[in-house]
């Protein structure tokens, strides 16, 4: 007969919250309880728990066994708590030393063998450790490569409960060691030859794209300034073809930002074992059938949704007016502030979304409508009921919508095209410029200027500034389309290396204007 606790963790929205496993054993009738608000998958943990001892070769306690999960208000969720609960029940039983799991948090799925099973969460659960005062985490095996992500804690992997048990016993737990020169290296900086080379090696590259200079640009700017861009054009015009491209311009992720994206689908659950940390900044495109919770996550346990997933990289909505209209208004706050916060009954949870939103369309059902060689047969009525599945205050987020035109056959034979490496290099430039501008403020690109800063780094001379303000009149922009407009110009002088807004930076950013929102190109 005795009692032990276990330090476990779970995770709740992307934060981890330490987790007690209290494990009793009294005298009475053989019953094995698990309470602490446990979930469907928790509280089977009693079988797999059960069958693992008895099948690791070790005995498992006959009388009354109680395992509490503390805090008792918070549920819990997944299988992770298998390990820690059978290691609570053998430490309260005397086979493993009461003090052996001193300050070390234990993860990890239980077969009923006694092999564990790898784990989804494990990089925040880890963080969390660190932040609390532990030194070390056991892990499952297959996880050990991304805990150890996470400097300044052991990190203990095991293959099976035989295996941890003995350790224990010994008072040598196993540590986690690189096999190779690539996890050696993780904690140094990313680079760009590091960060993007494989995408750019089998993905889409600029160079691949004939013609549509006016949609590179366009892609160029939005990505020098984490803007939201719109392509509207004829079906097989290039329109995917270009979004897909659009990552391989994208400046190189920080070592923090790989490590935030990576944690994010650890959460998720669709990290890939064998790639530890993620190099490449996200590209998303769901499918237009996709729910609003898909889009920005939720559930009875909040998971991030592709918003989410997208953080720091791309969201690519491919027949934009397709989505449900529901769906695509979940849209609208997460494009202001960056973030998306899901209520539910157990609690509210923030998820980041800091996204480029790339989305394209037809510019009428038939998709004709722009094309000089066939005949739209689309009404005037049809297309303004094609176009209003898109609201006004969504296309107001969306700061550059430019038309994409199919392209005549000889233009494939052109092969003076520029490849993405070299749009690439003054894409970072430019991050680069705004990244030293905004180190005082805490921000890193000129799409998160908000209104406070905006009047701070956006001065314009008093004769551009009355063009602006007349342009601005003329299209009948609002407010937000003003100050988005105008954060393009900045973005167009930082490629320029120009530390001042000038005229010629303002029309530009005017004409990715659209007839899509019944405006007018701006006289220049």
């Known amino acids: 007969m005795g009692f032990a606790f276990v330090s476990a963790a779970t995770v709740f929205g992307l934060e981890a919250v330490h987790v007690e496993v209290e494990a009793d054993i009294s005298k009475g009738l053989p019953k094995f309880h698990v309470v602490g608000l446990p979930d469907t998958a928790t509280s089977e943990a009693r079988e797999r728990v059960r069958s693992a001892i008895k099948n690791s070769g070790l005995t498992f306690p006959r009388p009354v066994i109680t395992v509490n999960l503390a805090p008792a208000s918070l549920k819990k969720h997944g299988a992770s708590y298998d390990l820690p609960i059978a290691l609570g029940i053998l430490v309260a039983d005397g086979t ?100 993007g080379r494989e995408f750019r090696k089998s993905g889409t590259d600029f160079a691949d794209i004939a013609g549509q200079s006016q949609a590179k640009r366009a892609l160029e700017i939005a990505a020098s300034g984490g803007h939201n861009v719109l392509l509207i054009g004829s079906p097989g015009s290039g329109k995917t073809l270009l979004a897909r491209a659009l990552p391989g311009i994208l400046p190189p992720l920080s070592f923090d930002e790989a490590l935030e994206i990576t944690a994010i689908h650890s959460v998720h659950g669709s990290l890939d074992k064998d790639e530890v940390l993620l190099r490449d900044r996200p590209f998303r495109s769901p499918h237009h059938s996709a729910s609003g919770v898909a889009l920005v996550g939720g559930g009875g346990n909040p998971k991030p949704g592709e918003i989410t997933l997208a953080h720091r990289g ?100 052109d092969s003076s095209r520029e490849s993405s490496q070299a749009v690439c290099d003054r894409v970072t430039r430019a991050r680069e410029i705004s990244r030293t501008r905004y180190e005082s403020v805490g921000i890193s690109t000129n799409a998160e200027l908000g209104a406070s800063t905006l009047k701070h780094f956006c001065i314009l001379e008093p004769d551009d500034l009355a063009y602006f303000q007349k342009a601005a009149e003329s299209l009948r922009l609002s407010a937000r389309a003003y100050t988005r407009i105008l954060k393009v110009a900045r973005t167009i002088a930082d490629l320029n290396e120009n530390p001042a807004i000038e005229r010629g930076h303002l029309m530009e950013a005017l004409q990715f204007r659209s007839t899509l929102t019944g405006d007018n190109q701006a006289d220049s």
């Open 96 to 195: 493993i030393p009461p003090k052996a799991l001193d300050r070390i948090l234990v993860l990890g799925e239980l077969a009923l063998d006694g092999r564990i099973r790898t784990t989804t969460g494990i990089l925040p659960c880890v963080m969390m450790a660190k932040k609390t005062g532990f030194t070390g985490v056991i892990v499952p095996e297959e996880n050990a490569r991304e805990a150890a992500l996470i400097e300044g804690i052991l990190v203990h992997p095991v293959k099976d409960l035989r295996a941890i048990v003995q350790a224990l016993n010994d008072g040598i737990l196993p540590l986690y060691t690189p096999p190779n020169e690539l996890d050696s290296s993780l904690h140094l900086p990313l680079t760009k030859g590091d960060v």
């Open 314 to 413: 791309v969201l690519f909505l491919d027949e934009f007016p397709e989505f449900p209209r529901r769906a695509l208004e979940h849209l609208r706050q997460p494009l202001e502030e960056g973030r998306v916060t899901v209520s539910r009954a157990a609690g509210s949870v923030a998820f980041p979304a800091r996204f480029m939103l790339v989305a394209a369309m037809n510019p009428c059902p038939c998709g004709y409508a722009f094309d000089q060689e066939r005949t739209c047969v689309c009404t005037d009525f049809v297309k303004e009921r094609y176009r209003q599945k898109i609201s006004g205050p969504l296309l107001d987020r969306i700061d550059l919508i430019v038309e994409v035109p199919r392209l005549p056959l000889s233009a494939f034979s």
